[in-house]
């Protein structure tokens, strides 16, 4: 599939999220939606920074299955453009640490936690989530979305968080999982070829994170909830409007339309599945 000039182009996550001068793109797209100036809000951002699917929502349901605490230390596994952390710290006065392996992500999520004054309670570093650089215990609660697909270390991937986690704290998880009929049809909003996608049956993951120190508190399977979630969307498009300012082509370039809807696909034929997960680090693990 062919790409625009500013789209990522290789299978490296680095470079399949972001893509080139990015920051600049964000930049100009600001001022068209008639948000250059003053303060901006989640909600503001929200169709362009919560790059996952079912978007703020499914963040706010599982910051509440988690149940985040006021003034909670969070770890953010593959912050991204950094819309949960900033949703979590802006909603619960939580401190959150983001990592991400694109630089044009972290450079772009602090620019806008500047904007959204919340320079002061979250911060942004380039690192691999498979080696955090944060000391053992730091955090209550370790977070990510949709950023597990790309790793093929699982196990170093949950015992980093382990690590990283005080004995009790919890892990929030929401992630595409292998469904029962293979194989995946590319491209997809996480990999556009086969190389840089690294899915796991529901049990081998619920078996690795067990391997790695966590027990389950939370469990769902949002499968079906995501689907009707793309009913609605395909029907809202059935109304005419203009293509939005700010959305997720932003970042993934203007074939991400067709990403996502191989994405719906995979989910209707049983190849993927969505996973909503809250595990806890067991005491004296």
């Given at each position: 599939m062919s790409e625009s000039a500013d789209a990522p182009s290789t299978a490296d996550p680095v470079h399949h999220y972001g893509g080139?001068?990015?920051?600049?793109?964000?930049?100009r797209a600001?001022?068209?939606?008639?948000?250059?100036d003053g303060p901006l809000t989640p909600m503001d951002l929200a169709p362009l920074d919560q790059f996952h699917a079912r978007g703020l929502a499914a963040t706010i349901e599982l910051a509440e299955a988690a149940e985040v605490q006021a003034g909670e230390a969070v770890v953010d596994i593959g912050s991204g453009l950094g819309g949960p952390s900033r949703y979590l710290a802006a909603t619960f006065g939580c401190h959150v640490s983001g990592v991400d392996l694109s630089p044009a992500f972290v450079e772009a999520a602090a620019f806008l936690a500047e904007r959204c004054g919340l320079r002061d309670q979250v911060d942004y570093r380039c690192a691999d989530a498979r080696a955090l650089p944060f000391a053992d215990g730091a955090f209550d609660l370790a977070w990510?979305?949709?950023?597990?697909?790309?790793?093929?270390?699982?196990?170093?991937?949950?015992?980093?968080?382990?690590?990283?986690?005080?004995p009790g704290g919890r892990f929030a998880i929401y992630d595409v999982v292998a469904g029962e009929r293979a194989p995946v049809i590319f491209p997809v909003p996480w990999a556009r070829t086969p190389h840089a996608s690294f899915l796991m049956k529901p049990d081998d993951m619920r078996t690795t994170l067990a391997?790695?120190?966590f027990r389950p508190l939370v469990w769902t399977d949002l499968t079906q909830m995501t689907l009707a979630w793309f009913?609605?969307?395909?029907?809202?498009?059935?109304?005419?409007?203009?293509?939005?300012?700010?959305?997720?082509?932003?970042?993934m370039g203007e074939?991400?339309?067709?990403?996502?809807?191989?994405l719906e696909?995979?989910?209707?034929?049983g190849r993927i599945a969505l996973l909503q997960a809250v595990m806890q680090r067991a005491p004296g693990h």
């Open positions: 080139a001068r990015f920051i600049g793109r964000l930049e600001l001022h068209e939606a008639g948000l250059a990510t979305q949709h950023v597990a697909m790309n790793i093929a270390d699982r196990a170093q991937l949950y015992a980093e968080a382990h690590r990283v986690l005080r391997q790695a120190g009913e609605r969307q395909r029907a809202a498009r059935q109304q005419p409007a203009e293509k939005p300012i700010l959305g997720l082509h932003l970042a074939d991400f339309p067709d990403l996502a809807a191989n696909r995979n989910l209707r034929e």
